[in-house]
């Protein structure tokens, strides 16, 4: 059973930033792609970003230029580092492997707001 724990949300204004730590469990991780989702309320979850094995990232055109998604193979951990956050980033991260498992963590919650 893979395990998935997220941390660092919070609440910040307009333009400030965060950074979202995942640790995961259970898997090999150096070989998995890595990915953050998001889910705001109401709406369905979506891709932010992905990190291959090999460190190749691909983000969604939302957060494109202000989000970066990085890797600590050692550490089992995937990172999303968030600049000049929006309202709109408003939402619970998620991460998992890629393709996503049903073992989706607890997620941590991003407010973004003055």
């Known amino acids: 059973q893979v395990q998935f724990v997220e941390s660092g949300g919070g609440l910040v204004q307009p333009g400030g930033s965060l950074r979202l730590s995942c640790v995961g469990s259970s898997i090999i991780y150096r070989v998995f792609s890595m990915t953050w989702f998001r889910q705001a309320p109401g709406k369905e979850r979506e891709l932010v970003a992905i990190?291959?094995?090999?460190?190749?990232?691909k983000y969604a055109d939302s957060v494109k230029g202000r989000f970066t998604i990085s890797r600590d193979n050692a550490k089992k951990t995937v990172y999303l580092q968030m600049n000049s956050l929006e309202p709109e980033d408003t939402a619970v991260y998620y991460c998992n492997v890629d393709p996503p498992r049903d073992s989706w963590g607890q997620g941590t919650q991003v407010t973004v707001s003055s």
């Open positions: 990190i291959s094995s090999s460190g190749d990232t």
